[in-house]
């Protein structure tokens, strides 16, 4: 499979599980609660900073679903890799934290899904020509068998 559409594909179904977790603490009375009251759960008060601060960590993997298919191969596999990294080590801080039973599900797939990213993109092979985009029939048949995520 190419590994650009596989990576892109990872992250999008990463950004549905922020959604999907979020969407569904609409429906839980405490929560609520706090926002009506102003506050971004353990966060504190939803300041105009903490806010910005959540939108630009909300749209980085958002951001990495286009690079990932438009960088360079290495300059995409290594974004790939570090911040792949920053989200699996994020879920795994948010997972320590208490929360309902469908937060640490997503939580758990949030970490499954970033490690798979993690994990692709450092066994992304590159090619002499510096993009390995293309999937050729001798690369196919030559390639040593991986773990397919």
């Known amino acids: 499979?190419?590994?650009r559409l596989k990576l892109s594909a990872l992250w999008t179904?990463?950004?549905?599980f922020y959604v999907y977790a979020d969407l569904l603490?609409?429906?839980d009375a405490k929560a609520m609660g706090e926002i009506m009251k102003g506050n971004m759960g353990f966060l504190g008060p939803a300041t105009q900073e903490l806010k910005l601060g959540v939108a630009?960590?909300?749209s980085i993997p958002a951001i990495v679903i286009f690079l990932s298919l438009v960088l360079k191969a290495n300059h995409s596999r290594w974004a790939n890799i570090v911040i792949g990294v920053i989200y699996a080590?994020?879920?795994i801080a948010t997972l320590t934290l208490p929360s309902s039973l469908h937060y640490?599900?997503?939580?758990?797939l949030e970490l499954l899904f970033t490690g798979c990213i993690v994990w692709s993109a450092w066994k992304w092979p590159i090619q002499?020509?510096?993009d390995s985009a293309v999937e050729t029939p001798e690369r196919r048949n030559s390639a040593t068998p991986s773990p397919q995520f």
């Open 1 to 3: 499979m190419n590994i």
């Open 13 to 16: 179904s990463v950004m549905f």
């Open 25 to 27: 603490g609409f429906f």
């Open 56 to 58: 630009v960590m909300m």
């Open 89 to 91: 080590l994020v879920a």
């Open 104 to 108: 640490k599900y997503f939580e758990s």
């Open 128 to 130: 002499s020509s510096g």
